[in-house]
């Protein structure tokens, strides 16, 4: 079953990185601009077909695709060429790659909630025996948590989250109670051992949950569109945990890391139902997760080179003169390079955590 859930895991990196391709394809041709080449698949061509100014190909290794814009990458006479292009037009279609990515998300999930019957909401419904912070001044029976620590609930599962990056004694929250928001600051949650509802004792905050409102059309689209916004903070929350040194080389995961991580989510899974259904979450947080990698300001990646025309519109406005696109070229070359370096370092460090 391993290599089953290994040609998933390839096979999940080659739509989503074809489905990147394909909004910047789309985006193109909504601009009129030349599309020489849109390929599913990198490597030898297996089929290629003319049609019009596009050459369409089908190629031999399934890891994803290319669209090939003229005027991309080098200064084209052609009018329909990208270089020739305007500003918003040039943005649209930078970051249309990125949004395609970020729909196929949310499209998964609303995909893998059509089954749900309802869902969890942040309503307390009890204490536990032990809990420190439940009264007037504290948290009351009916409160739904809306954000812990300045960060907004989205989900249910967001309160282990954020509580989890807190403290451990104390929090920020904000609480709808009888329709109007509660500010509750340095409540008392300490994290640890109390008694659940049926009398077992565990490690957390004291919380008891329980309440669901029922999963009708327009809930699913609201939590769809709440779990995808919740993975594009998990994006974020990392981030801020890599730059402030929270956060090191062993919790970063390349290619090997996400395809081990894949398999280990399948085989865990306890009915082929529940691994195709897992994986599919995994691979909407994937999505997401590179829908928002692809628009930081950084050389090589789609948000560089939104970065790049940003700076160069700058210079234009108070120097009457554009940057140089060899200067571009010089930077996003040296950028691709320290990123390809820096994803060896981590796909090293993945097939070293597989032996250990």
Same mark, same amino acid.
């Given at each position: ?41 990198? &490597? ?20 994803? &695709?290319?669209? +090939? ?80 620590? &300045? ?16 403290? &451990? ?105 529940? +691994? ?81």
């Amino acid at each position: 079953m391993t290599i089953v859930f290994i040609l998933a895991a390839i096979l999940i990196f080659g739509v989503l990185i074809a489905v990147h391709e394909l909004g910047h394809f789309l985006a193109a041709k909504s601009c009129g601009v030349r599309v020489n080449e849109f390929s599913i698949g990198m &490597g030898p061509a297996l089929w290629h077909k003319q049609k019009g100014e596009t050459q369409y190909s089908l190629r031999a290794l399934p890891i994803g &695709g290319f669209c +090939a814009l003229e005027g991309e990458d080098e200064d084209s006479e052609d009018p329909s060429a990208l270089n020739r292009q305007g500003f918003f037009k040039k943005l649209w279609i930078f970051a249309a790659g990125s949004l395609m990515n970020f729909i196929t998300g949310f499209l998964i999930i609303l995909l893998l909630y059509v089954g749900a019957t309802g869902f969890y909401t942040t309503a307390l419904t009890g204490f536990a025996p032990e809990f420190p912070s439940q009264g007037e001044s504290g948290l009351q029976k009916g409160d739904e948590i809306v954000s812990v620590n &300045g960060e907004r609930i989205y989900l249910y599962s967001d309160l282990g989250l954020l509580l989890g990056l807190g403290n &451990g004694k104390t929090a920020d929250l904000v609480v709808l109670r009888d329709g109007q928001k509660v500010k509750l600051n340095d409540l008392a949650l300490p994290l640890q051992s109390y008694t659940s509802s049926d009398g077992s004792t565990y490690t957390g905050y004291g919380l008891y949950f329980g309440e669901t409102v029922p999963a009708t059309a327009l809930n699913k689209l609201r939590f769809g569109w709440a779990n995808t916004m919740d993975f594009v903070r998990i994006v974020r929350l990392s981030l801020q945990m890599l730059v402030t040194g929270k956060a090191g080389i062993n919790d970063i995961s390349g290619p090997v890391g996400i395809v081990s991580t894949i398999t280990q989510v399948g085989q865990s899974s306890t009915s082929a139902q529940d +691994a195709v259904e897992n994986i599919l979450y995994f691979a909407a947080l994937i999505a997401v997760n590179l829908s928002v990698m692809n628009l930081l300001p950084l050389p090589a990646l789609d948000g560089g080179k939104i970065f790049f025309m940003v700076i160069d519109l700058f210079a234009v406005a108070l120097f009457h003169r554009r940057i140089p696109d060899k200067y571009e070229s010089y930077i996003n070359t040296a950028g691709f390079a320290l990123l390809m370096g820096f994803m060896l370092i981590v796909t090293f460090h993945d097939v070293f955590k597989l032996f250990q």
